[in-house]
């Protein structure tokens, strides 16, 4: 089993650039596929990028070109480097890890079997 904690949410504005990490415990993070997900106001989850066992990534429409999920296997850390931040980014995020031994890089909230508490963050126009 592993623990998910995510960090590095915040307010900046339009245009900017914010990096969120999901550290895990508890077990390897080479172990899993795992992706990122956020909740906007109003809004249903959403899954937004997925990374594999072997660094295999995919990204939704609405942040494809912008982001970039990534995962330093040495320190246990999943990342999400968010760049030409929109106000529409902003939200809960929340990074989930996929145990499941052919697993893929998706975003498919139903496949996941852990997930963090998540991070806040605030895009301003």
């Known amino acids: 089993q592993v623990q998910l904690v995510e960090s590095g949410g915040g307010s900046v504005q339009a245009g900017g650039s914010l990096r969120l990490s999901c550290a895990a415990s508890?077990?390897?993070?080479?172990?899993?596929?795992m992706a990122w997900f956020r909740q906007s106001p109003g809004k249903e989850r959403e899954g937004i990028a997925g990374?594999?066992?072997?660094?295999?990534?995919s990204y939704s429409e609405s942040v494809k070109g912008r982001f970039a999920i990534s995962r330093d296997n040495e320190r246990n850390t999943l990342y999400l480097q968010m760049n030409s931040l929109k106000p529409e980014d902003t939200g809960m995020y929340v990074c989930?890890?996929?145990?499941?031994?052919?697993?893929?890089?998706?975003?498919?909230?139903?496949?996941?079997?852990?997930w963090g508490k998540g991070t806040e963050v605030t895009i301003s126009s």
């Open positions: 989930a890890a996929d145990r499941a031994q052919y697993c893929t890089a998706n975003y498919r909230p139903y496949g996941m079997d852990y």
């Open positions: 508890g077990s390897p993070v080479s172990r899993y596929c």
């Open positions: 990374i594999d066992k072997g660094g295999r990534t």
